[in-house]
């Protein structure tokens, strides 16, 4: 019985981390903008497609995850730079349709050019699992975690110790003082949607040797990542730390004990719940509106 419980735990925080880093790159966005980024999966599509791509041509692992990477980051720099920039006085409603447009169109250039086929990336260790207490772990799990709790404290330290970091946070607290304290805001931004499409590559990247990447792996994975946004709260950082692993956790806890049939039914029930009653999330501003 506690085998079980410590698998489907164990589970639950693997598929919680990743769940949270999207949610991180929601986060991120939607503090330094205010826009809902809907293109967020397809970051994570194109770290992982794109290092299938690279290791097809020959290209070694640990040359071609990085520059997949990299081809998310560039990607999210040009999805701001060509679609939000120039809408930038545009309602939130009308910038969020953009990236919705912008997700449909990189999930067709997926498709076009690196076909509908699943792919699987090697396990990052030789060894592909261990017996721990009668629970089976993957050791891509342990790659998941620890990959995850760097990127979250690098993002920390990034944000505290580091001037274009400091920045971001001015830009993302009041934009237009920050630009009359000589910021550059519209770097920032897109400086911004950059670092998103990093963390939802390298999201994309660690996940694929477990549940496989296509074309279209972003489409569930960015809803299920704003959802968990939703519940830490949007815009804070925490909260979707928070509200990714406990989405990750109800999930786990769902297919393990009632049925897997229920497992991606699972994320719309508690969002509708959290909307009815906390609308602003579990760690969001009670504020209705920030200005």
């Given amino acids: 019985m506690f085998s079980e419980f410590f698998q489907f735990t164990f589970s639950g925080v693997t598929l919680g981390a990743i769940y949270a880093l999207v949610a991180l790159g929601f986060t991120l966005i939607y503090n330094a903008s205010h ?16 290092t299938v791509v690279l290791m097809d041509a ?48 990189l999930r067709g250039l997926a498709q076009v050019f690196w076909g509908k086929e699943y792919h699987a990336l090697p396990n990052f260790s030789a060894t ?7 629970a089976i772990l993957l050791t891509q799990s342990l790659w998941i975690l620890g990959i995850a709790a760097v990127l979250v404290t690098a993002l920390g330290l990034f944000f505290t110790r580091t001037a ?36 939802g590559a390298a999201a ?23 959802i968990a946004a939703a519940i830490g709260g949007l815009g804070s950082s925490t909260g979707a730390i928070l509200g990714g692993l406990l989405l990750g956790l109800a999930e786990a806890y ?38």
Avoid at 172 to 198: C, E, Y
């Fill in 204 to 226: 994309g990247v660690i996940v694929a040797p477990i549940t496989l990447t296509s074309y279209d792996i972003g489409i569930m994975l960015g809803l299920k990542g704003f």
């Fill in 254 to 291: 769902t297919a393990g004990y009632i049925s897997s049939d229920y497992k991606d039914a699972v994320p719309f029930v508690i969002i509708l719940a959290i909307l009815f009653f906390l609308p602003n999330g579990l760690l969001g501003s009670r504020a209705v509106e920030r200005v």
């Fill in 35 to 50: 826009v809902i980024n809907f293109a967020q999966g397809e970051f994570l599509m194109i770290g992982g497609m794109g």
């Fill in 58 to 105: 020959g290209v070694p692992i640990y040359f071609a995850i990085p520059l997949a990477i990299a081809m998310s980051g560039v990607a999210g720099i040009l999805l701001h730079r060509l679609a939000i920039a120039p809408a930038k006085n545009a309602d939130v409603v009308t910038l969020i349709i953009i990236t919705i447009g912008a997700s449909i169109f």
């Fill in 164 to 199: 274009l970091g400091k920045a971001l946070l001015a830009t993302s607290m009041n934009k237009d003082a920050a630009s009359l304290m000589g910021i550059k805001t519209g770097a920032i931004l897109m400086m911004a949607f950059g670092i998103s499409a990093v963390i």
């Fill in 128 to 134: 592909e699992s261990i017996n721990l207490g009668g």
